[in-house]
């Protein structure tokens, strides 16, 4: 069975890494809205930004697996997406990285998501009094849960990491591949 899906590799990296980032990218996407709307857990502004990524890459991996079959261009466009899909996670891991280090307390976080802008909720002690009764803030700071002592922040920056290894990996396999069949 390994040496099948191995095969399958090797004959087509670019399918196989998008079809499993395409699987990767709807668990993730279904957990966080599992959480969301059946556990409870409402995500913070920085939550809704990291899911982004996944989102994208639901989309793009599609298009990935299909591009990478071409005959037309011999799958540059698919490469090309599969590098801009890896410097999204990249990217995103930074993100999911800060937003863990802002729960951690290790550093300051966005001041719309922690509660520093008190003053601008109303005027005086009735208007803040009065916007706090009809505001609800997801605080970017607080973990809404942990396991294993990992934020959902956390758990998405090694997912993150992960899957941007691994794009980058085929990526880079795939473009030193074409390089080398390349005519001189």
């Known amino acids: 069975m390994l040496a099948k899906l191995q095969a399958k590799f090797d004959e087509n990296p670019l399918a196989i890494s998008a079809a499993f980032l395409f699987l990767l990218s709807g668990a993730v996407t279904l957990s ?7 556990g409870g857990y409402k995500p913070c502004p920085l939550c809704l930004i990291e899911r982004y990524a996944w989102y ?6 599609v298009f990935v697996f299909f591009g990478s079959k071409s005959k037309f261009d011999g799958g540059y466009l698919a490469l090309l997406l599969m590098g801009i899909i890896g410097i999204g996670f990249l990217y995103n891991a930074y993100l999911a990285g800060f937003h863990a280090g802002v729960e951690w307390k ?16 109303g005027g005086g002690a ?10 609800k803030v997801i ?46």
């Open 139 to 184: 605080r970017c700071d607080i973990a809404e849960f942990r396991l294993f002592g990992l934020s959902f922040s956390g758990y998405n920056f090694l997912l993150s990491l992960l899957a941007g290894a691994i794009t980058l990996g085929t990526w880079l396999m795939v473009a030193l591949r074409m390089k080398n069949s390349c005519p001189r």
């Open 126 to 135: 009735g208007g803040l009094l009065d916007a706090l009764n009809k505001t």
């Open 106 to 121: 290790w550093w300051a976080g966005p001041t719309s998501c922690t509660g520093d802008q008190l003053g601008k909720l």
């Open 32 to 38: 966080a809205l599992g959480f969301e709307h059946i």
């Open 56 to 61: 994208f890459t639901l989309i793009a991996s």
